[in-house]
T-cell receptor
Framework: DTEVTQTPKHLVMGMTNKKSLKCEQHMGHRAMYWYKQKAKKPPELMFVYSYEKLSINESVPSRFSPECPNSSLLNLHLHALQPEDSALYLC????????????????FGEGSRLTVL | KNEVEQSPQNLTAQEGEFITINCSYSVGISALHWLQQHPGGGIVSLFMLSSGKKKHGRLIATINIQEKHSSLHITASHPRDSAVYICAVGGSEKLVFGKGMKLTVNP
């Protein structure tokens, strides 16, 4: 199984709603990532989890709250979002966190397309 | 100047043509990634390479570390190859992405 599964595929929410995006992988990968991608732009790194601990937060607003319940699951909790937060949210995983060694091939999910009204 | 430059930015080809996508980077790297993204879809990792050449099916990726340049070649292109191809450099944690190249292959 070389898949990263993201749910839901599409989400529409109001600015006062609370919702969550979910990501799952069963490849035994110990690093998991959230990226945000706006239309016609490259992905932007949001969070990195390594061995279930948050290792990088790229100055993401607190209305985005990540959670890694176990090594296979990664959640992104959303609260009080703004319309400009509408984007494709991509989850990815790699065998291990790799700042420099380049040993971390990334496996991406299909993404969750979020629309904030 | 962007750290990762891709050329061309857009390319339209006819089915069956040989296609080359280029990537130049200005930072020191340990690995370069070629990624594919279909419209509205997720990203697929095509190659990760740090030297030489890799081949997978009709796709070939090469890298020249001294010249800080990589190419992705598609042989016998097909309409299903239509996608955005993204070059990214670095370790997996801190990838620096190029802006992508939109490829359209017409039947």
């Amino acid at each position: 199984d070389t898949e990263v599964t993201q749910t839901p595929k599409h989400l529409v929410m109001g600015m006062t709603n609370k919702k969550s995006l979910k990501c799952e992988q069963h490849m035994g990968h110990r690093a998991m990532y959230w990226y945000k991608q706006k239309a016609k732009k490259p992905p932007e790194l949001m969070f990195v989890y390594s061995y279930e601990k948050l290792s990088i937060n790229e100055s993401v607003p607190s209305r985005f709250s990540p959670e890694c319940p176990n090594s296979s699951l990664l959640n992104l909790h959303l609260h009080a979002l703004q319309p400009e937060d509408s984007a494709l949210y991509l989850c990815a995983s790699s065998q291990d966190r790799s700042r420099d060694q380049g040993s971390g091939e990334l496996f991406f999910g299909e993404g969750s397309r979020l629309t904030v009204l | 100047k962007n750290e990762v430059e891709q050329s061309p930015q857009n390319l339209t080809a006819q089915e069956g043509e040989f296609i080359t996508i280029n990537c130049s980077y200005s930072v020191g790297i340990s690995a370069l990634h070629w990624l594919q993204q279909h419209p509205g879809g997720g990203i697929v990792s095509l190659f990760m390479l740090s030297s030489g050449k890799k081949k997978h099916g009709r796709l070939i990726a090469t890298i020249n570390i001294q010249e800080k340049h990589s190419s992705l070649h598609i042989t016998a292109s097909h309409p299903r190859d239509s996608a955005v191809y993204i070059c990214a450099v670095g370790g997996s944690e801190k990838l620096v992405f190029g802006k992508g190249m939109k490829l359209t292959v017409n039947p």
